[in-house]
């Protein structure tokens, strides 16, 4: 049981970090596109190069839906983090959702909801990283014992 908890352990660590490195890329790509604005406020390479920032950014978004489906499939399945997987995964959800209304309406509010998930998901994926460490912690010590 405790080699079968440990490789659990790793699995929801593994996920959780790679929803947190998806967000860091995710915040970059954000930035960035902030900094260069809307591919038609610019003009020549400036336009090329704000339309690859802004479609990478939309692109990873994806991506951190389906970690954070990866992530909450493994919590549910071990009972390991279930709830903040699930919240990871629904702040996810809402803060996609932000960012495709704030690309058709622009609005500053929605973008400042953008900033506000990337922070909740972010410590969400933190906590259950924490959880699965503390687990594989606590699985190693029964297994000496």
Do not use: C, K
């Not at 950014?57 to 389906?66: D, E, M, P, R």
């Not at 279930?82 to 960012?99: K, M, P, S």
């Amino acid at each position: 049981m405790s080699a079968a908890s440990s490789n659990t352990s790793e699995d929801l660590v593994r996920r959780s970090r790679e929803a947190l490195s998806a967000l860091a890329a995710q915040f970059l790509l954000g930035m960035g596109a902030n900094l260069l604005g809307s591919p038609e406020d610019n003009t020549g390479a400036a336009r090329i190069v704000a339309g690859i920032v802004l479609g990478l950014h939309a692109l990873v978004g994806i991506g951190l839906i389906v970690v954070a489906v990866r992530a909450w499939l493994v919590a549910r399945r071990e009972g390991i983090a279930r709830r903040a997987a699930l919240w990871a995964f629904i702040v996810i959800i809402l803060t996609f959702l932000a960012g495709v209304g704030t690309m058709f309406t622009g609005s500053d509010w929605l973008s400042f909801a953008m900033s506000v998930g990337f922070v909740a998901a972010a410590a969400l994926y933190v906590a259950v990283g924490a959880i699965a460490l503390a687990r594989r912690q606590s699985a190693r010590t029964q297994s000496l014992s």
